[in-house]
């Protein structure tokens, strides 16, 4: 059994920061990706980032330049650093990690229960 469990989600101001991190637990045998995902109300789920256990990584265009994904190989954790946040990065952020690195990246197998972000003044 594997559990993702994110966790750093909140309410911040439009132009602020918020850092979301994900620990993977239980039978692991080393995800290749390792990523997030959201989901806004109405629409669908959406790639955010995703990160290889090399070092590739795949943005969504609309977060290129202002979040940033990384991973400890060793701890099995995953994280993503959101910088200058607007109102439309407002969903549900859920962490994803799977035993493929695909191109264009597709979504593992596993997925954690999801924390909210909103971005709002």
């Known amino acids: 059994q594997v559990q993702l469990v994110e966790s750093g989600g909140g309410l911040v101001q439009p132009g602020g920061s918020l850092r979301l991190s994900c620990a993977a637990s239980?039978?692991?045998?080393?995800?290749?990706?390792m990523g997030w995902y959201r989901q806004a109300p109405g629409k669908q789920r959406e790639l955010v980032a995703i990160?290889?256990?090399?070092?590739?990584?795949n943005y969504a265009d609309s977060v290129k330049g202002r979040f940033t994904i990384s991973r400890d190989n060793a701890k099995n954790t995953v994280s993503l650093q959101m910088n200058r946040l607007r109102p439309e990065d407002t969903a549900i952020y859920y962490c994803?990690?799977?035993?493929?690195?695909?191109?264009?990246?597709?979504?593992?197998?596993?997925w954690g229960q999801g924390t909210q972000v909103t971005v709002s003044s």
């Open positions: 994803n990690a799977g035993q493929e690195w695909r191109l264009p990246p597709q979504a593992g197998d596993y």
């Open positions: 239980g039978r692991i045998f080393g995800f290749n990706a």
């Open positions: 990160m290889s256990r090399t070092g590739n990584t």
